[in-house]
């Protein structure tokens, strides 16, 4: 499916593409006629303005230009507004606006989870805010509906004018909307969307309560993928207890076991479904309870696995089995795996935990925090993220260098001896790197015969040169190595401030 929200990133060195808002442009008409709204529900619903800047992956020390969204949040509890998680990352001023225009105010994020697409807002002075929300109404939780069921899509234009796009369920499925790799129970909406009220985001109501958020719409297929009420509902009451949590993950790869030779192999009966466990993260819940690479999952939960990965859910039907760990389960909780290993039946008790992004050798990804790095006589210097692989553009992953996406792809072969995976990214021509400018993401092994970890560990390792007044800087490619002259590479780092560098380093 074609998506309509792109989360880009602006690259001074790579490529710049701009925010896109999620309905197209009021020249392409609408499909079907929608009717207008007979429920007040201005009410119920805010208009969010957010101004983002993300930092710059090429050139860490500076951010990109600003863009501005504007989307249409629900009012699902008294002072609390939600919205997409997408619509506040990287924000440096939110806002919130009656849909009249009449008051704005300051906003504030109250809990963000960027990983199933959702955040919580509210007004930032708490002396504004219950004069700013007087008079709204919450809206309830729909119940979750079942295929073929009508669902309305909530609009307000600009004038104030409101429109709801009726559509209908068509599907059901465990599938990506902001991050890649991070899937949740979607809906998939047949509806023709007007593009005169264009928002990033929108409430989807079901009999006057809220049913999900839109999160993307295809207009040649006229499908919107909504985030269905189920994920809703769990972020919300885990948003209330004071200290949110997150949803949890397994930490395991999967595949899948379809072939009669590998099931063989597996010593999987021919009723006997089952999911091949190819990678199980360091430290991550299946590790710590004790789940091995090579061991066959057969049921989650009590729920049988077929061997495509899918299992019966009670209300949805066929599901993928994900959505046992993070649709049905919170993190903290323990769930039982039953699993077949060298062809004999085993049940492992787990406690689910939350992957932090900033646990993994490298991120996934990295909002509202600023990148580390180290700009030494001219050579950049930058810890390895899925940020700055995308930064090689949309084949980012047939495009990057090899190396930087070996130990994307393999954590393994660097987490018993590194925090973070650093490389030199590039040099900028100064005397210092005379013969060295076409140097280029080569992963940093030594730096003066100490091993690189992180990137604080970098900067020390530079605070002192041999005797002869030299840096050397190993690399893992080929043990390749070079010599930096520490008085020319200072004079380097000064001229380069003047120049009009507003840092040599970042190490957080």
């Known amino acids: 499916m074609k998506r309509l929200i ?19 442009d009021a020249s392409e008409p609408a499909i079907a006629a929608e009717e207008e709204v007979t429920v007040d529900l201005t009410k119920s619903v805010m208009r969010i303005n957010s101004t983002s800047q993300s930092w710059n992956p090429g ?8 863009g501005n969204l504007r989307s249409l949040g629900a009012i699902v509890a008294p002072g609390q507004v939600l919205t997409t998680g997408e619509m506040v990352a990287n924000s440096t001023y939110l806002e919130l606006e009656s849909t009249d225009g009449s008051r704005t105010a300051q906003a ?36 979750p509906p079942v295929i073929g069921d009508a669902l309305g899509i909530f609009q307000v234009e600009d004038n104030g004018t409101t429109l709801m796009t009726n559509g209908s369920l ?16 979607t809906y998939m909406v047949k509806a023709s969307m007007q593009s005169a009220a264009s928002s990033f985001s929108l409430p989807v109501i079901r009999n006057s309560a809220l049913s999900g958020i839109l999160m993307s719409y295809d207009s040649k297929d006229q499908i919107s993928d909504v985030l269905s009420v189920d994920v809703i509902s769990r972020f919300l009451a885990n948003a209330q207890n004071g200290e949110y949590k997150g949803f949890p993950s397994l930490g395991v790869t999967a595949s899948r076991t379809e072939d009669p030779s590998f099931r063989k192999f597996l010593k999987l009966q021919p009723e006997q479904g089952g999911l091949y466990i190819g990678k199980v993260r360091k430290g991550g819940a299946a590790d710590l309870g004790g789940v091995k690479v090579g061991d066959v999952l057969l049921r989650a939960a009590g729920h049988a696995i077929d061997n495509r990965g ?50 993994r050798l490298v991120p996934s990804y990295q909002f509202d925090r600023a990148p580390n790095f180290f700009v030494k006589g001219g050579f950049i210097f930058q810890e390895l993220t899925r940020p700055v692989l995308e930064a090689f553009g949309e084949d980012w992953s047939t495009r990057a260098p090899l190396n930087l996406l070996d ?21 900028i021509p100064t005397p210092a790197t005379v013969g060295y400018e076409r140097l280029r993401h080569l992963i940093v092994k030594k ?27 190993e690399f893992m490619e080929e043990d390749f190595t070079i010599y930096l002259d520490e008085n020319i590479s200072t004079a380097a780092d000064s001229a380069l401030l003047q120049r009009g560098l507003n840092r040599l380093s970042r190490a957080e």
């Open 310 to 359: 899918y299992y019966v859910h009670p209300h949805y039907g066929s599901l993928f089995w994900s959505h046992i760990v993070r649709g049905e389960k919170s993190t903290g909780e323990e769930i039982v795996l039953e699993i077949l290993r060298d062809g004999e039946p085993m049940e492992i008790t787990v406690t689910l935990t939350r992957e932090e992004p900033m646990d």
């Open 407 to 427: 130990a994307y792809e393999n954590p393994e072969k660097f987490e018993d001896k590194a925090e973070r995976v650093i490389f030199l990214s590039g040099a």
């Open 59 to 66: 050139q860490p020390w500076e951010k990109t230009p600003p």
């Open 447 to 473: 730096v003066n015969g100490a091993e690189i970890a992180s990137m604080k560990n970098l900067i020390a390792a530079f605070e002192k040169a041999d005797e002869n007044n030299l840096h050397s800087i």
């Open 108 to 143: 504030k994020i109250l809990v963000v989870d960027y990983e199933a697409n959702l955040a919580l807002l509210t007004v930032k002075s708490d002396d504004a805010r219950d004069a700013f929300f007087k008079g709204t109404q919450p809206l309830a939780l729909a119940v």
């Open 6 to 24: 792109p989360f880009s990133l602006c690259l001074a060195l790579f490529s710049c593409e701009q925010k896109t808002p999620l309905l197209k």
């Open 170 to 185: 068509q599907s059901v499925d465990v599938s990506e909307s902001f991050l890649p790799g991070q899937s949740f129970l």
